[in-house]
């Protein structure tokens, strides 16, 4: 048993780690290039897979986890969606060029689209599980706002941008 809790808990100091990486590259500016943006959305869907793998083993780690354990990682969850959230603003806000034109951006408006409609449907779910204060709600209130934001740039991108060829 103690096993898994080690195990788990080295998730969560690896978690920490990612959740501040992130902060960092959001303070660093918006991303210049669609690689380099897709780098940092690479670096937030390992964040979300280690929230997941976490999540998982809570059952099995058990009584040895600090009591709000669960809750603190859907927060770090939460803190990683808002910090991607704000990336995401001012990439898509002011897209490259690459965004816009190249062939495949299309694939990856819509796989951002469809993550971002799925976090939003999720948001609320996790504010209660995460045992969220007043203050906090209201900072992550403007993230739900900066989400629907996102989501009506991509759509009006993805009116204008190439669509991939189907048939010839």
Known sequence: ??????VVLRMARKLSEDVVALGRLRAAGKPKTFPRFR????AYLDIQGLVFSIQE???EA???LPANFPQWV???KLTAIAIFTDISHAFISDPPLALTSSLGAFDVLEA????FNETLHSFDTMLME???DDKTADELDAT????EHILGMIERLLVNSPKILKEF
């Open 1 to 6: 048993m103690a096993k898994v809790t080690d």
């Open 130 to 132: 995460a045992g969220i």
């Open 74 to 76: 859907i927060r770090q």
């Open 39 to 42: 780098e940092i959305r690479n």
């Open 62 to 64: 058990g009584k040895e």
């Open 112 to 115: 951002e689209q469809k993550a």
């Open 144 to 147: 739900r706002t900066k989400i």
């Open 57 to 59: 083993r809570l059952a």
